[in-house]
């Protein structure tokens, strides 16, 4: 007997380029490299190497103001189709233009190449941000996806050249978005402040993703996800984007209520988890979530 559902399935998102605003779906297929078409694409610096990220809040202020979606669907199997770049000077551009390069390195003001593979050294410049003041920490250089494992000596759950930053793919629950209301109710705690692939409905209370370490979650009829880690929060979650404006109480309040252990020894504040795909599947809104 299958066990009872914790939820259902509200919304699937996919982003098709790194760090811009994603797209919500319908359905979509979901295997071991995560949400087919999922940060298929990412920008390079070509003077440095270093992957754009909106981590970067002081170079790329506007990439949160940058649309992407698929001119088609993406397939299983086949190659990344085109995306449409909607920039908020109201320009747009497709990623398979021939002035796509130059028409984003014009507008970021930086000589950018679009790629749909991370170079195998996978870094970022980012900041972090002083919860006290609400201003900026010094940059620093980070390694993301496969270089990230490869100098933690562990193996990567992400192929070389996949735009993640460390996982396939990401759950939040409305349970968590309801919480931090409750908890600061001047704050927008939106969904798309924190990118996740997947939001689960739940009439559970609370962080209730915390719980779902070690533990699998069976999606739909055949996706199966394993839970691994919580998913830390960054500057990102505070910026402005999309009608939502900047707030750093998302952070704060997240630091002061959700704050988890990690194996470094330290405490990070974080909201929704991190999953591998343990067996692939296609899933739709609506879908039952239960533990398999």
Request: glycine residues 8%.
């Amino acid at each position: 007997m299958a066990n009872p559902p914790v939820g259902t399935l509200a919304t699937v998102w996919r982003f098709p380029v790194k760090s811009m605003l994603g797209e919500p779906v319908a359905d979509a297929h979901v295997g071991e490299r995560g949400i087919v078409g999922d940060r298929a694409y990412g920008l390079v610096e070509r003077a440095t190497g270093k992957v754009v990220s909106a981590k970067n809040v002081k170079a790329y202020p506007a990439l949160l103001h940058c649309r992407a979606t698929f001119v088609e669907t993406p397939r299983l199997g086949a190659d990344a189709p085109p995306v449409r770049i909607d920039l908020p000077d109201g320009r747009a551009v497709t990623t398979d233009a021939p002035d796509a390069n130059a028409t984003l390195s014009r507008f970021f003001g930086r000589e950018l190449e679009l790629r749909r593979a991370a170079p195998p050294e996978f870094t970022i410049d980012e900041y972090d941000i002083d919860l006290a003041t609400g201003d900026l920490g010094p940059e620093t250089a980070a390694s993301l996806g496969s270089a990230l494992w490869s100098k933690l000596g562990a193996r990567s759950p992400v192929p070389v050249g996949a735009f993640f930053d460390a996982f396939p793919l990401s759950v939040l629950t409305t349970a968590t978005l309801a919480r931090l209301g409750a908890l600061r109710p001047q704050t927008r705690f939106d969904a798309r402040r924190f990118r996740m692939n997947m939001i689960v409905e739940t009439p559970e209370s609370g962080f209730v993703e915390n719980a779902w370490l070690g533990r699998t979650l069976g999606i739909g009829d055949a996706l199966r996800v394993r839970i691994v880690m919580p998913d830390p929060r960054c500057v990102i979650t505070t910026l402005e984007q999309d009608g939502l404006p900047r707030d750093v109480d998302v952070l704060r309040t997240l630091t002061t209520h959700n704050r988890l252990p990690f194996a470094d020894n330290t405490e990070k504040p974080c909201a929704g988890v991190y999953g591998v795909v343990v067996a692939p599947g296609s899933v739709a809104a609506g879908d039952a979530v239960r533990f398999v």
